[in-house]
T-cell receptor, first 115, second 111 residues
């Protein structure tokens, strides 16, 4: 079956613009994660959803970052008033159950460049 | 402060040899540890998970050890192949849903 998909794959924004990044998890997966990955670094946790509930948003770097998963499937990460330090790859991952031990399946990421 | 350290320098080995990658952590008490593989331009791919009460886990040519006293995990690839060339990430599960990743180690396997 299809894996996790993300769109767009690449996004260029001017500083101050708002962007929306989409994640389509594997069908039926309960858990959904967002990560930010800077060049040469590992993914850094942003937020976690179990179905439509956002259970952990401790990694969101500022109130300019907002994530939602209103129907418990597709998720959107929104960044308002983008800044150059927001440039990174944004990864989405999903896992089958709500248990922390579950294997995470990652999408290919969205590369965001803020000019 | 809390840290996860992986070899920042790339590891170069000859095909057929065993590659050993290290993951050290400080000021964490992980419930489990995972290893992922990441190729350029792609998302990480899960390889193995080992829990705090397990010492060793194997899967085909892969072996992971977990020493909670030393606060270290070792990841071994036996009979390495050029196709094993990638970045390998270790990740700690700390008891919530937050997974903490290391920066990764690049592995190059030469034919």
């Amino acid at each position: 079956g299809a894996g996790v998909s993300q769109s767009p794959r690449y996004k260029v924004a001017k500083r101050g613009q708002d962007v929306a990044l989409r994640c389509d998890p594997i069908s039926g997966h309960v858990s959904l994660f967002w990560y930010q990955q800077a060049l040469g670094q590992g993914p850094e946790f942003l937020t976690y959803f179990q179905n439509e509930a956002q259970l952990d948003k401790s990694g969101l770097p500022s109130d300019r970052f907002f994530a939602e998963r209103p129907e418990g499937s597709v998720s959107t990460l929104k960044i308002q008033r983008t800044q150059q330090e927001d440039s990174a790859v944004y990864l989405c991952a999903s896992s089958l159950g709500g248990q922390e031990y579950n294997e995470q399946f990652f999408g290919p990421g969205t590369r965001l460049t803020v000019l | 402060s809390q840290k996860i350290e992986q070899n920042s320098e790339a590891l170069n080995i000859q095909e057929g040899k065993t590659a050993t990658l290290t993951c050290n952590y400080t000021n964490y008490s992980p419930a489990y540890l995972q290893w992922y593989r990441q190729d350029p331009g792609r998302g990480p791919v899960f390889l193995l998970l080992i829990r705090e009460n397990e010492k060793e886990k194997r899967k085909e040519r892969l072996k992971v050890t977990f020493d909670t006293t030393l606060k270290q995990s070792l990841f071994h690839i036996t009979a390495s192949q050029p196709a094993d060339s990638a970045t390998y990430l270790c990740a700690l599960g700390t008891g919530g849903f937050k997974t903490i990743f290391g920066a990764g180690t690049r592995l190059f396997v030469k034919a």
